[in-house]
């Protein structure tokens, strides 16, 4: 019995080596993709590895202005994250704190609002927009829509952070003098600090893959995203493949790399209140 658990590891480890080399091959083909010409990319059978690379980096920066995209999607996630930590910690603690069939139907509602997807929502908020006049401001737009659409999950994710926080400590941070505002800046906030952080990590490294308000509510080239300026590469007759897996490569791995930077920290944020 014994000698058979090595071989129940060793078969867990490659069933685990499996899923995760399914899940990463797109990641590899994007990769592989931006490397070859565009003759071995339609070649058949297809190559796992170019033949003769070529990167084609600095052509695709400079012929699409990426500097531009790409601050447009750092200026949306980041718009995004404030709204949403400024708005949805307070949310997050009063669920935490306040128990209630009222908060209860709350956080319930919240959850509900986090299954609409936003491709649902665009046509109501493109008219809402309309009216309001904020299709002339088409950046803060899609901030408002996406902060909107994201600030559920994030209330959801503090508010396990927050069960964390003793009680115990705010009833003395009153007893102390502290109004409830204080004792939530001064001992609460900082406690519950990393699921904070974490949360509003996942938010903008979610922010910076938005596209359906970005492609609805902006029609000036100058105002869109990177993950709009990928339709460029397609034209009526022929799309440019290496040129879009170029692209997706330059913006796609600064992500990856804060991702694998911060996963520790993000696993335990997601985590923090699963205990309680």
Known sequence: MLSSTPWKRWLLLAIAVAIVAIYLFPLYWMYVTALKTNTETFANPPTLWPHHPELKVTRVWNDMGMDT???NSLIIAFGTVSLVVLFGTGCAYALAR?????????LFLVLMLQVLPPSLMVNPIFVAFSQLG????PRTGVILATAANKLPLYIVLVRAAFTQVPR????AALVDGNSRIGAFLRISVPLARNGI???AILIFLQSLGEYVYSRSLITDRAFQPATVGLQFFVGPNASDWTGIMTFAAIYVTPILIIFVLLQRRIVSGLTSGALK
């Open 168 to 171: 115990e400590l705010e009833e």
């Open 197 to 199: 952080l974490v949360s």
């Open 98 to 106: 306040v128990r209630s069939v009222w908060m209860d139907l709350a």
């Open 134 to 137: 904020l299709l002339s401001w």
């Open 69 to 71: 995209f790409i601050q």
